[in-house]
Every structure is written in C-alpha cells, then in structure tokens.
C-alpha cells in the first residue's frame, strides 16, 4: 500500500522533476575544460540546495579539483544504510557541429522511441543520479521520512579520472561508512531489459607525443631526407593491432584476461542483448573486434585499446606543404579479469619506444590513470531483491549483465570502504553519451524514479 | 662603369630598402586563409604603388581569388623582354606559440651566420621578390630607365594551389609575353654558393575522410565491437609506405620516374651542397629517405608521400573515452620526371579505397590541383650570362642545382606563354619557410639585389 502510494505521488511529479533535472543539466559541468571549474561548483551547490529541500544534510566539500557533494539522513537503526553514488561532471560537447541544438539548452523530444530529454549530461550522469534523487523525493513526501538511512556521495570529476576521489574516500572513510553502494550510471542490454551489472572493465590512459625535426619543415625542402612524424605515429599505432585476428598485438597484453565460463555466456545469450540493434544504430553490420568472440564478449570480457585522439600538422583551411615537427596521439585500454594497469602501461611504452626510428623522440603524458576491472558480489541478499523489484516495475525478468565502461569509483569504496556495489541504471545503448546529441529517454527517467522507490522498499522490508 | 654606379647605390640604399620590405612583411597576407582576403587585397595595392614609385605602369587586377599585380616598364626594341615573377602570399603561421616574436611583426636580429630579418614571408617569397624590385630602383636612380623591358608579375596565392593563375595566364596571355621569365623563389645549394635551378619537383595534393561510425561512441560501451576510424586511418598512412626499402608502396607511384644520368649525378656531387648542416639544422643525424640514393637525389629527384596533416578525435585539455565517427588527412606527392599528377591521383585513391575496412568509407576533397615536375632549358644563352653575374657578385662559381620545392607558374609560363624561365634565389635552406620563425639573410637580400642588377647588366649587353 504504502509503495503504490510512493509510485503515484512519482507518477504526478514527473513535469515538475523533469524540470528539476533541465535546471541541473543547464549548467556546462565539463569537469576535463579547466575553463567549466566554475560551473562544477555551480553544479554541486546545485545539488546541495536539492537534497536540503528534501531534508537531507547535505553539503559541498572543497578538493583540489572540483568539489564533492555529501549528504547524510536516518540514524542508526532504521533499516540498512545505504550509499547512493553519482556523478554531475558532464563529458566535453565537441563536436558542437554535430549537435541539433546547444548541448546546454536541453529540451523534451518526440522520437520513434518516445519522448526523450536531450542535453548534454541528461544519460551522463545527471539523469540517472536524479533518479534515486527524485525517488527519495517521492517517499519523503508520501511518508514524512526517507525508507532508511542514506548517505547521499556525488563526484565531479568522474570524466576527468577522478582526481580527488581517493584521498577523499581515505581522509572521510569513517563518515562514508555504510552497507551497501548504489550506483546509477549504467545502461540497460536493450531497451526496456532491466539490469543490474555484474562486472565492469578496468581503464588505462595514456597520451604520447612522437617527435621529429625540430622544428616543422618545408615539404620541398625535406621531404625525402626527412623523417615525418605523422608516418611514424602512423606505422606505430598500426602496430597496435594484429589486423589477422583482431587482437591487441602488444606483447603482454592479454596477461590477467581470462575467459567467460561456459554458465555465463549461457546466461548473457538469454539476457536480452539485441545485437542488430546494438551494431545498426550506429551504422555497423558486424562486429569489428577479436574474431572468435561474441559481440557481447567483445564488449563486456574483453580487453581493448582504442585510439581517442589523433593529431598533427595542418588542419585548417586549404593545404600546408609541411613536414610537422611533433604528432600526438590520446590512447585508452579497456581492462578485464586481472589485468594490472600499472604493468600495461609499461608494456604499451615498451612496445611504443621499441619501434621509434632514429632522429624519433617520444614523450609520455605522466598524469593519466589506470585502475583494474571489477566483479560485482552478486550473491548478496540485496541483489536478488532488487531483481524481483526491477521486474515488477518493466514487468521483465532483470537481468545480470557486463559492461563496457569503467567504473573506478566502484574498485576504490571496496578497498577503501570495504563497501559492495550494486549497479542498477537505465540508459539505453543509444543515448549517444559522450557524443553529439546525448539524451535521457523519458522512460528511463520515470520508470527509474519509480525502480528506485521499489528498490529502496525491498531493501528495507 | 655604369653597373659599379648601381651596385654602389645598392649599398647606399640598403637601410631603406630593409624599411620598404618591413612594410610589405607588416600585412599577413596568408592566402590560404579566407579571413586574410583583405590582407592580400593590402599586399597587391602596397606594390603596385611601390612599383609606380619607380615609374613603373602597374596595377591590381582583379580574379575570383587575391588580386594579380601587373606592371609594365620599357618599350619594344630596348633590348631583351623579361617578365619577373614572384609572389606576394604568405604561408599560415600556426603553431604561433612556436615563434619568437609576432611573426607579423618584423625585426632584424643579430644570429651567429649574421644580420637576419625575421617574420613570415622575409624569405618565402616578399623578401626575394623585393631584391628584383630593388634593383629595379636602383638602376633607375642611377640611369633615370630600366636596363630593359620588363613586365612585372606577382601573384598572392601562390601559397594556396594557385586557383587564378591559369585562367589569368591564359586570358592575358598577349600581354603577358616576354623572351624570357625570371624567378626569385629558390634557395642557394648552401650557404654563399649562387644557384640556379635546373629542375623542379611537382605537386599533387589531396585530403581524405575516413567514416566508421555514424556517430562518436563511447570507447566502453563500443570498444572491442567498434570500428575505429583513427585505427583505420593509421593502418591506410602506414601501408603507402614500404619500411624496409623507404619507397611508396602505392602500386604504380614509380611510373615516369627517371634515374639521374651520372654527368649530373658527379656535377651536383660538386655543388657544395653541406649534407651535414641540411640535416643537423632540424635535428637528423641521417637521411630518411629511399635507401640507395643520396640525400641529395631524395630532395631533388625522388617522389614523395608526405602527410601534412592527421587529425581526429579528442585533442583538448585531459581525455575523453571516444570512438570518434571520423578521421582525416591531408598528403601531398612531390613529383619528378614525367609522373602525372592525374594518373598518381587515381593510383592513391585506389590504394585506399581498396584498403578500406567493411563499414568504413572514404570521402575525398576535389578542390585539390596537381603539377607535373619541370626541367629548364639551361642551353639559352642567358643562363650562362646569369652565372658569370652570379660568381662575380658571390665570388664563387655559380651552381645548376635540382630543387625539392614546386613552382608550378614555371610549366604554366611554358605551357601557356612558351616562355623558358631562369630561376636564381638567394633563400638559404635555415631559413625555416612555412616554419615558425622564418628568416632571411640580410646577406642574401643585399647580394640578391645586387645579383639581379649584375644579371640585368649581363642579359642586357
């Protein structure tokens, strides 16, 4: 009785809380643009005004990079305690070009697939963190209290490698203490499926800038004699790559992957996953990665390193006959099973310097972070009532899935919080995060609120 | 006598003439930039008032692109008929952060190889057209007339394909004839060796898009099943190229490339071409080139792939996890012996096209000309005229040499005019054109002046 009176109250607040989250998704927390570090904090102070208007003691804490929102409610004793984490920082909006309206001005679209929100944070994480926000909300106003005690943690530099996220958890681990992470920042396998990750890729990044002449040249003058770096970096991230078997070719590289159990790739192929969908929605007829592997292994167990940024010589109008003197590039590896950042970066270097040609310098970007994958503890009693919750709400068995992205925040509440995770989101495969055009399906918005409140009464019953 | 009373004049007016090239090197008139239009169209009026200065019948004629200038001097019938070319467009500036000083802003600096005015355009081409219209000046101060006929011709594209310049050629065909065409855009073999260019490379230029995914993905959610478009990208530059012998690996990119016959071969193994300070000034220890041929024959008589420029993806401040929808490239071939720019377009596109991975595609640029290579006619007279001038001016013997550079006017001025040309340049190969912080020697403008004052003394007896 008292959760149908929690999904109505979510049901008639749906305009004023999708007006609530375009307030949010107005503000460019690009949080990589040091350019945007204001609108980070604008963003935070944003979220403490919110959760306060709920009850929620909340407030923003100053790092060194952008700030972190904490807030607490409940005491001891009323049920589990729980720790919701999310993320306001947004990915950068290049190219602007392709968007049909400024990433910043977001707006409710008719698609084929329904109403969505379009901005540019509206999947990424804004959408999916108001969720559990609204759904708090909700229950607050049905009830007077919230179902247990919450803690609530938002990060704001989540796109940028999370900086200041470990000295944080470290310096304010007592304080952050709970049973049990919630995350919303994962995506259905197909639309309307719900899911609950159970594991997720590791990252690395690296950049390298290969250098040449010393200065750049007249492609007259030098070209013959002279060593081009755009060729070099060329040659070498074709090297990379093992174009026969679609394998990462740096020696090493599979050291710590292992392969899926016979039980679990059963349990993906009934998941749900719609690979036509997955492919054609952005114009592929086949998977382009390790030949042997499913498209869903490709995605979910399988390691990469993907090319991010390419870059020298002349790029503006009309041509320039030169000979650049530096070309860079921006690399990332997606990590599974006990890969070890540490020792692949080495690797990658190695692979890198082994290959140069004389008269070629490299020089390597020392601020780029890697952290390992992670395996979800799906055998707690918590997973398997917010299953039965997530498919009551979509009236479809939830499922347990992989994932491709990363979640590093994931890896350190376990070790330094000694916290399990559990992920349950709602985007879907094409929200185009990260890209030109990112939305939130109104679906997704509405029935997440109402997955969470459900959620929130199982964990407490 | 009355070449002394020039050369003597020369001497005295040097510190006005550097002022008068300061003027020219104040307007940025980069012609392959649509937003320094105004600037170009400022160049053509700076010298066509310059040249009426100096009694010259010069005016701007207009095109679709920057302005021709046009002046005429003399009558039929006072001696030989030369047009005078040279160009009054500049290459961009970018990377600016590279450069010195305002690369507009020009100065003379004090360098341990001596005087050297510093800014764009000093050396490639204002400076050397400057030294044939300074001793224009002189020699009428001196005489109150020009030696002989001249015609003046300065184009401001030079630097951006030359989109005029035929249909300009060919409409003005009558009264732009002449016996014989001079050229002031090379450089001497080394530094105080004269030169005269024998033979010139030419150009063909192109620029292609590769195209995977419809749009930018996120590198989690599509790694290992995404087609990456800078992974495409580097694979296709790699494979033009053969490593272990340094050739084109485009099928048929050797067709009418001719070996150097061994007389010519010896002579410019005695031109004083300096190898070591060609390749230490920018930083090589060695050539990078075809293997088997000299340094020497890669710049001036082997064809080149070069990439100019590579770009896609991320390149701002921190990372960004992307599989970016499209990768692109700008390349440009140097030409030699009887290789057609038509014929190798078609063999490149064919190489990548046929490269090209399932769910890639490839767009081309069509805006982009070509230019054969071209071998002057050293017999005429008037080129064993120049070198006397030049070695008594250098006290030096003057050189034939091969240049690695393109002047495509000189197959124009053939091809539509029927006029030979005698290139003589006083540019030295440190000068850094197209490069930040472009130079050229005082030395080379006040013995450049004084050359041209001595070759029209000699073409004119």
């Known amino acids: 009785m008292s959760l149908d009176a929690v999904l109505n109250q979510i049901d008639s607040d ?13 503000i460019p927390s690009i949080s990589t643009d040091p350019a945007h570090k204001e609108s980070c904090d604008k963003a935070a102070e944003w979220l403490v005004a919110d959760l306060k208007s709920i009850g929620i003691a909340a407030e923003k804490r100053v790092t060194p990079g952008c700030p972190m929102v904490v807030g607490h409610v409940g005491e001891d004793g009323d049920g589990p305690h729980v720790l919701f984490y999310g993320h306001y920082d947004v990915q950068p909006v290049d190219p602007l070009n392709l968007w049909n309206r400024d990433p910043f001005d977001p707006a409710i679209e008719d698609t084929e697939n329904g109403q969505v929100i379009r901005g540019r944070g509206s999947s990424d ?72 990750a159970s594991q997720l890729r590791g990252m690395l990044k690296d950049e390298f800038t290969i250098i040449g002449p010393r200065i750049d040249l007249h492609s007259g003058h ?44 059963r349990q993906w192929a009934g998941c749900g996953f719609d690979e036509a969908e997955y492919l054609n929605s952005v ?24 090319v991010n940024g390419l870059w020298g010589g002349y790029n503006g109008a009309g041509s320039k006959t030169v000979i650049p003197s530096q070309a860079h590039c921006k690399i990332t590896c997606r990590l599974v099973g006990d890969m070890d950042p540490d020792a692949l970066r080495r690797k990658i270097r190695k692979h890198v310097e082994d290959r140069l040609s004389p008269d070629a310098k490299v020089v390597w970007d020392n601020d780029l972070e890697g952290s390992p994958a992670s395996v979800m503890n799906i ?16 009236n479809r068995e939830a499922v347990f899935t992989g994932m491709g992205g990363s979640i590093p925040v994931v890896g350190y509440f376990k070790s330094i919080l000694g916290l399990d995770a559990m992920l349950v989101g709602f985007a879907n495969d094409d929200d185009a995060i990260h890209s030109p055009n990112e939305k939130y399906d109104v679906q997704s918005f509405h029935k997440g609120i109402r997955s969470w409140a459900r959620i929130l009464d199982a964990l407490t019953k």
């Open 222 to 265: 030098y070209g013959g004699p002279g060593l081009n770096p755009l060729r070099e970096i060329s040659r070498i991230v074709a090297s990379f790559y093992d174009e026969e078997t679609g394998k990462v070719a740096v020696e090493g590289f599979y050291e710590g992957v292992h392969e899926v159990p016979e039980d679990q790739l």
């Open 379 to 394: 055998s707690r009693p918590e997973f398997e009532a917010a299953r039965t919750a997530l498919s009551d709400e979509w």
């Open 283 to 306: 114009g592929y007829t086949r998977p382009h990665g390790e030949k042997g592997y499913s498209t869903l292994e490709q995605q979910w167990a399988r390691p990469t390193l993907e």
């Open 125 to 196: 994480d804004k959408g999916q963190l108001m969720t559990f926000v609204e759904a708090c909300r909700a229950w607050k106003a049905v009830h007077g209290k919230m179902p247990c005690r919450i803690t609530f943690f938002f990060e704001g530099e989540e796109e940028s490698g999370s900086p200041s996220l470990i000295p944080f958890l470290t310096e304010n681990a007592a304080e952050l203490k709970a049973d049990l992470a919630l995350v919303c920042d994962t995506s259905m396998v197909s639309r309307g499926v719900p899911s609950i």
């Open 14 to 26: 749906l305009t004023p809380a999708i007006d609530r989250l375009m307030e949010l998704l107005r």
